[in-house]
C-alpha cells in the first residue's frame, strides 16, 4: 500500500483518547496508521490510564502521532475538546481506541466532504462485531432520515465520523459536560441546525460491542442525559409537546417498555401529533417522517408487556400502515415482552 504523504490534500486530525484501552488499542492504531489516505495527524490523548495504554502507544515511532497525556484521568468530555482545541487539520475523524477503521475510511471520507462543501458531517456504513459475529448497519444518508431518527436517539454512529473542522469549533463548548455518557447525541443535536449530514454508501468501519461500553455501564445517566437532549431538539425544531407527551416521546427513545394500555394509547397519539406538526412546520420531507413514525409504532408495539393487546392494538391504528414489519416478528416481541420485568 502506498502510504507517501502527499501534503497538497487536506490535512485530517485523528482525535482519540485512551483510558485503560490497552486490550483493543493496537488493533485500533494499526488501522488508522495503514490508511490509504496517508495526510492526517493522530491526536492521543491519554486519559491517565493505568494499564498498558501508555507504553503501547509510545512504542510507535510514526511522526503523525501527536500524544497528550492528561497527567491523570479528566474524562471523555474534556479529552475530546482538549483534542479538538489542537486540531490542525481541515477535518476531524474520530476515532475510539477499541474500534477498526476500514483502509479506505479516510480516502472516501475526504473525497465525499470536498465534493459538498455545504456538508459538515460524513458518516458511513459499518458492521457491530463482538466475540459472538458481525452485524451490517447501514449509516442514515440523508439530512431528512437523520433529523427525523434524532428527534427519538442518537442516529449516528460518533466514531465513524469525519466532521469539518470549522463547524465544530463554532461550538462552544464542543462537546458539553452537562451531557455526560450522551455528550455526542447532543453534540448532533445541535450541529443538525448549522449544517447538513450525510454519509458514504460504502462500509468502512467496524464498531466492537463489549460488556465495558458506556451504553452498558452507564445505561441510566445516559437516559437521563438523552432525556433532557430529546426535550432540547423537540423544542428546537419547533413542535410543541406537553409533560406527558415528552415522558412518552423520551420513553419510546430509550426503549423503555410502555407498561400499560394507556400508555400505548398515548403514544401513538403522540406519533400522530408529530406527523401532523411536523406538516405544518416542514421540517422533514413526509414520506421520510411517515416510516420513521411508522417504525416508531411498530417498536412501542412490541416493546410493553401487554402481550396480544398490544398486537391487536398495533394493527387497529392507521399507523401500521406506515412501515413494513413483520407481523410475525411483532407477535413474537410482544409474547416474549409480555412477561419481562
Not at 202 to 211: A, D, G, I, P
Amino acid at each position: 500500500m502506498d502510504t507517501t504523504v502527499n501534503t497538497s490534500l487536506p490535512l485530517v486530525s485523528v482525535v482519540m483518547s485512551v483510558y485503560n484501552g490497552a486490550a483493543y488499542l493496537k488493533q485500533a492504531m494499526d488501522s488508522i496508521l495503514s490508511q490509504s489516505y496517508a495526510h492526517f495527524e493522530f491526536i492521543i490523548i491519554n486519559d491517565g490510564s493505568k494499564d498498558e495504554s501508555l507504553p503501547i502507544i509510545s512504542s510507535y515511532d510514526d511522526s503523525r502521532i501527536k500524544l497528550i497525556d492528561n497527567g491523570g484521568n479528566k474524562g471523555l468530555i474534556y479529552s475530546l475538546n482538549k483534542g479538538i482545541e489542537v486540531a490542525n487539520g481541515k477535518y476531524v475523524a474520530r476515532m475510539d481506541a477499541d474500534d477498526l477503521s476500514l483502509p479506505k475510511r479516510f480516502e472516501k471520507q475526504v473525497a465525499f466532504l470536498e465534493a459538498d462543501p455545504g456538508l459538515g458531517v460524513c458518516g458511513c456504513n459499518y458492521i457491530e462485531f463482538s466475540e459472538k459475529g458481525e452485524t451490517y448497519s447501514e449509516a442514515f444518508k440523508t439530512q431528512d432520515e437523520i433529523l427525523g431518527w434524532m428527534l427519538f436517539n442518537a442516529s449516528v454512529a460518533h466514531p465513524s465520523l469525519m466532521i469539518r473542522t470549522s463547524v465544530l469549533k463554532e461550538q462552544v463548548p464542543v462537546f458539553n459536560a452537562e451531557f455526560k455518557h450522551a455528550e455526542d447525541y447532543d453534540l448532533w443535536s445541535r450541529l443538525l441546525f448549522t449544517c447538513r449530514f450525510g454519509a458514504v454508501n460504502e462500509t468502512l468501519f467496524k464498531y466492537r460491542e463489549h460488556s465495558g461500553q458506556v451504553t452498558k455501564v452507564h445505561r441510566h445517566e445516559q437516559i437521563i442525559s438523552a432525556n433532557h437532549i430529546r426535550k432540547n431538539i423537540l423544542s428546537r425544531a419547533g413542535f410543541s409537546f406537553s409533560e406527558p407527551e415528552l415522558y412518552i416521546h423520551n420513553a419510546m427513545g430509550s426503549s423503555q417498555l410502555l407498561r400499560s394500555v394507556e400508555e400505548l394509547q398515548q403514544a401513538e397519539k403522540w406519533l400522530n401529533s408529530l406527523l401532523s406538526q411536523n406538516r405544518h412546520l416542514k421540517l422533514i420531507a413526509e414520506p421520510v417522517f411517515e416510516k420513521i413514525v411508522g417504525k416508531q409504532w411498530f417498536d412501542s408495539c412490541g416493546n410493553t408487556n401487554l402481550g396480544l393487546k398490544a398486537f391487536s392494538a398495533y394493527f387497529k391504528s392507521h399507523l401500521k400502515t406506515l412501515y413494513k414489519g413483520s407481523a410475525l416478528k411483532l407477535l413474537a416481541k410482544c409474547i416474549v415482552r409480555q412477561f419481562r420485568k
